[in-house]
């Protein structure tokens, strides 16, 4: 039988490659399409995808009958591709998981969530319908549900809800696009939320560097910062001890729906194989999220600094913050809004299609997180990844 040709957009990025990785591995031929980026080529940065797979630059011969490198970008026209190579490229392919999105959750970033998130989305929906219908596997976020409380379902999308970031509204914007297309054109499409995307249950690996990594390199500095020492002209020292309590707002009664990066990628992937799962939407989610008070008590432990206090919302805001709360929160202000709740997301039909595979998500726990954090430590929160392959010059050299 021919295998089936499948095309993956942000196959470089942290879950995209976690999929490419189990799709190669499943013996699908795949096309990967990778942006270039601050002047690294898709060759380059595919590259770290191939390390993945055990597999060396020098060997990327042997993966040649399974796996294409395409340089392209899909907020561009046409992928930003020639008019041959996109139709050749529409003919072939059988498939498509969308991965690739931007992560930004400042409040001047609209522009560049649009281009991407969202036009980019409806790019690929097109290509789709483009000479031969094509099933679409789009990668979305449970925070399409944005600020809304309760029970949060999969067949829900549109509730009149606020957002608590422009990358929730450039999802959920993506996704009500996807709708109409498949409204319009009966585009097969199948929606994967994940929840807040963390390392890899076993190392601790990840790319990606927000959400509670954040935190943690906060917590880290303030521990380093707890006693210093600065030298004297005489020559002596003197001792300068920080205040060991950081007050932060939030509930601590409240989760944070937390999920290891290779559970995210081996569920979508499950899914995706069953024919069931056409045009549904499933939430790749935690069914039992830690608190955000378990989180700091854990955080609190890999960090080595333990002053953590959670205060309700009113009483922070009814006092003067400390000049080093104020600098903390200036840090993570951009995730100060998941401290404070989220819905409960129903995973009846991620539940039900994974039954019987052995999938499931992993407990979090602090020995969990304590792996997560150290191998941003060490790695110096992505500054000096010992794993990274070199690129092609510096093999050359």
Request: charged letters at 25%.
């Amino acid at each position: 039988m021919k295998r089936k040709t499948i095309l993956i957009t942000g196959a470089a990025g942290f879950l995209g490659s976690y999929i490419t990785k189990i799709l190669f591995e499943e013996g699908y031929q795949l096309i990967l399409l990778i942006r270039g980026k601050n002047n690294v080529g898709a060759m380059e940065r595919s590259l770290e995808i191939l390390s993945q797979f055990g597999m060396s630059g020098y060997d990327y011969g042997v993966l040649q009958d399974s796996i294409e490198i395409i340089e392209g970008d899909v907020s561009e026209r046409y992928f930003g591709l020639n008019s041959w190579d996109y139709l050749r490229l529409a003919e072939t392919i059988d498939e498509v998981f969308h991965c690739a999105a931007i992560i930004k959750f400042d409040s001047d970033s609209w522009d560049m969530l649009t281009r991407t998130n969202v036009v980019g989305t409806q790019h690929v929906a097109r290509f789709c319908l483009t000479r031969k219908t094509k099933r679409l596997h789009y990668i979305s976020t449970a925070y399409v549900a944005g600020k809304r409380r309760g029970t949060v379902f999969e067949s829900e999308l549109e509730q009149n809800q606020e957002f608590n970031n422009n990358y929730e509204r450039s999802k959920f914007e993506a996704e009500r696009g996807l709708f109409a297309m498949h409204k319009q054109y009966l585009l097969p499409c199948t929606v994967y939320r994940p929840g807040i995307i963390v390392g890899d249950t076993l190392t601790g690996f990840t790319k990606n560097f927000d959400n509670i990594y954040v935190f943690g390199r906060s917590l880290c500095r303030l521990k380093m910062l707890a006693s210093i020492n600065f030298q004297k002209k005489d020559g002596g020292t003197i001792s300068r001890t920080h205040p060991s309590c950081l007050e932060i707002p939030g509930d601590k009664y409240s989760t944070i729906n937390l999920v290891p990066v290779d559970y995210v990628a081996v569920a979508i992937v499950a899914i995706s194989m069953r024919r069931e799962s056409i045009n549904k939407t499933f939430h790749i989610v935690n069914p039992s999220p830690p608190t955000l008070g378990e989180l700091a008590v854990w955080m609190m432990a890999a960090t080595g600094f333990y002053g953590i206090k959670i205060e309700p919302i009113y009483k922070f805001q009814g006092r003067k913050q400390t000049l080093r709360e104020k600098t903390f929160l200036q840090r993570i202000d951009a995730f100060l809004p998941y401290l404070l709740g989220e819905p409960c997301f129903d995973s009846s039909n991620t539940r039900d299609l994974l039954r019987g595979t052995g999938v499931e998500c992993s407990m979090i726990t602090g020995d969990f997180i304590n792996k997560c954090i150290q191998y941003a430590v060490e790695v110096d929160w992505g500054k000096n990844d010992p794993n990274k392959p070199l690129t092609l010059c510096e093999r050359r050299n």
